[in-house]
T-cell receptor, first 112, second 111 residues
Framework: DGGITQSPKYLFRKEGQNVTLSCEQNLNHDAMYWYRQDPGQGLRLIYYSQIVNDFQKGDIAEGYSVSREKKESFPLTVTSAQKNPTAFYLC???????????FGQGTRLTVV | GQQLNQSPQSMFIQEGEDVSMNCTSSSIFNTWLWYKQDPGEGPVLLIALYKAGELTSNGRLTAQFGITRKDSFLNISASIPSDVGIYFCAGRGDAGNMLTFGGGTRLMVKP
C-alpha cells in the first residue's frame, strides 16, 4: 500500500545527543515536510523540500537539519543545539508544493 | 506572517448532535484543508477546498470555502463517538506556498 512511514514511533534521547528521525514515502510525491507539534498546539513547520537535493527552512529550523538525497526519503536530525527537543514530530508529503499534504503516523521524541 | 484563528478550541457534545467549527484568516487564502488527528497519530486529510464558495462533502462532513477567501467552515452532522479527535484547518495563501495550520478544535462526544 502507498503511504508515508515514520520510524521509530517512540524515541528517547539523552541530552547532548543528536538523533535522526526517518521518513519514507512511496507515493511518488515531490514535496516533503517536517512539522513539530507540542501538547495542545498546532503544527509548526521545521523544514520542507520541493525536490531532491533541495530543502528550505521553515518557521522553526534552528537546531534541526535535513537531507533529501532520494525522492522517497527525508530524514530529520534533531541536534544537541535544539533546546527543547521533546515533542511529537510529523512528516508529510504532497504531490507538489501547492497540493494537500498527507501525514505519517508521527514520532514522539523524549529527551531524558 | 499569516494568522489562522480556529474556533472553538474545544467542544463537548452529545452523540447525534451536529457540530460546526470555523477558521478565519488575516489574509486571503487560495486553498483550505481540513484534517482530523486521533491521539498519538498523524493528521488525516478530510476535505480539500480550492475555490471560493466551494462546498464539499465527505460522508457526514461538509466544508465550505468562504466567499471572502478569508474563512472556512466544517460541519459534522449526527456526531458519533468515533468523531472524537482534534480537527485542524490549514490554509495556503497567495503570498507563499506553505500551509498555515490553525490551533485545532478538540471534539469530545458523549454517548
Amino acid at each position: 500500500d502507498g503511504g508515508i512511514t515514520q520510524s521509530p514511533k517512540y524515541l528517547f534521547r539523552k541530552e547532548g545527543q543528536n538523533v535522526t528521525l526517518s521518513c519514507e514515502q512511496n507515493l511518488n510525491h515531490d514535496a516533503m515536510y517536517w512539522y513539530r507539534q507540542d501538547p495542545g498546539q498546532g503544527l509548526r513547520l521545521i523544514y520542507y523540500s520541493q525536490i531532491v537535493n533541495d530543502f528550505q527552512k521553515g518557521d522553526i529550523a534552528e537546531g534541526y537539519s535535513v537531507s533529501r538525497e532520494k525522492k522517497e526519503s527525508f530524514p530529520l536530525t534533531v541536534t544537541s543545539a535544539q533546546k527543547n527537543p521533546t515533542a511529537f514530530y510529523l512528516c508529510a508529503s504532497s504531490i507538489y508544493l501547492q497540493s494537500g499534504a498527507f501525514f505519517g503516523q508521527g514520532t514522539r521524541l523524549t529527551v531524558v | 506572517g499569516q494568522q489562522l484563528n480556529q474556533s472553538p478550541q474545544s467542544m463537548f457534545i452529545q452523540e447525534g448532535e451536529d457540530v460546526s467549527m470555523n477558521c478565519t484568516s488575516s489574509s486571503i487564502f487560495n486553498t483550505w484543508l481540513w484534517y482530523k488527528q486521533d491521539p498519538g497519530e498523524g493528521p488525516v486529510l478530510l476535505i480539500a477546498l480550492y475555490k471560493a464558495g466551494e462546498l464539499t462533502s465527505n460522508g457526514r462532513l461538509t466544508a465550505q470555502f468562504g466567499i471572502t477567501r478569508k474563512d472556512s467552515f466544517l460541519n459534522i452532522s449526527a456526531s458519533i463517538p468515533s468523531d472524537v479527535g482534534i480537527y485542524f484547518c490549514a490554509g495556503r495563501g497567495d503570498a507563499g506556498n506553505m500551509l498555515t495550520f490553525g490551533g485545532g478544535t478538540r471534539l469530545m462526544v458523549k454517548p
